[in-house]
């Protein structure tokens, strides 16, 4: 094991670097972390360099770079960057987690999927997904996990739909998978939504309710619906904090509630950080590697 002192240096691009990350990363075990601040991503890779170069190559792991802010894609470019900086053999880790997102969506994907098997011995393949709050950072990565694994998902526009089909397109070019956009600005384009839903990832802002009493009651195809909304009211009616499967009462479906995703969400995080303090070669990791991890703490791999 190498004796280096462990540092991270965490990046932002707005005004403030999350205290919920600074928290993980000092948990897990990094005993110096430094935040920087409204950082462009034309700065990552001085930053990166000017890190890399200070040890020597073998000590290059036990330096850590991580991307907040909120925007999904900003952090994964700016993790792109920081690694085209890279000058082998003087290397570092780096891992993506904007807004907490990508370890918030996989958890709550390996969440709903252990739900599918173990109740309805049902995969992601084929399943019929809505995610609400679609545009956020949450909503966005939640989608794409569950479309690499095979569902169909729409993405739910509540204002605008131009901004979904946006979303979409950028997935399509990034991440090569179709998820469709549609609108549920009105009632009645809402509710045509979750009556056709098998699955339903309600990820919109803290304290907006998405999913109510009369939603519920006209979603004859839904299996299972989950909650990250974890300030009232809750966003899906009837969700309890801790719900993990259990019925979700005034319809047939089962929930998952915010808590039993946040659970599996700070070990996949804390995990994450783990696994860089403990690798012996550089890692980048992003929302691929928190769903494999999420998938490992819920006892599907």
Not at 13 to 20: C, E, G, R
Not at 34 to 42: G, K, Q
Not at 122 to 147: D, Q
């Amino acid at each position: 094991m190498n004796n280096a002192t462990p540092i991270l240096h965490m990046l932002a691009p707005q005004k403030h670097m999350s205290p919920f990350d600074v928290n993980m990363a000092a948990d897990a075990g990094y005993k110096v972390i430094i935040p920087y601040v409204n950082v462009e991503l034309t700065e990552v890779a001085g930053l990166v360099q000017d890190a890399i170069f200070s040890r020597p190559p073998n000590d290059g792991v036990r330096t850590g770079f991580f991307m907040g802010g909120k925007d999904a894609i900003l952090a994964l470019d700016m993790m792109e960057a920081a690694k085209k900086a890279m000058v082998p053999p003087f290397q570092c880790s780096v891992f993506a987690d904007p807004a907490g997102s990508f370890t918030t969506a996989a958890a709550m994907v390996a969440c709903v999927e252990r739900v599918l098997k173990f109740k309805f011995g049902r995969s992601w393949k084929g399943t019929k997904v809505a995610v609400f709050g679609a545009t956020g950072v949450v909503g966005f990565a939640s989608s794409i996990i569950a479309a690499l694994e095979g569902a169909d998902v729409q993405l739910v526009a509540h204002r605008g739909v131009d901004r979904v089909i946006k979303s979409a397109a950028i997935s399509k070019q990034r991440f090569g998978v179709d998820l469709e956009a549609v609108n549920g600005e009105t009632a009645d384009q809402k509710r045509e939504v979750i009556a056709n839903a098998e699955v339903i990832f309600a990820a919109a802002a803290a304290g907006v309710q998405v999913v109510s009493k009369e939603d519920k009651a006209i979603a004859g195809k839904l299996l299972v619906i989950a909650d990250v909304n974890a300030v009232p009211p809750p966003g899906v009616d009837g969700m309890d904090l801790f719900m993990d499967g259990a019925p979700l009462p005034g319809c047939n479906a089962l929930g998952v509630g915010p808590l039993a995703i946040g659970d599996i969400k700070y070990k996949c995080e804390s995990g994450l950080f783990k696994q860089m303090l403990a690798s012996d070669e550089p890692l980048a990791l992003d929302f691929r590697h928190a769903y494999a991890l999420a998938k490992q703490l819920t006892g599907l791999a």
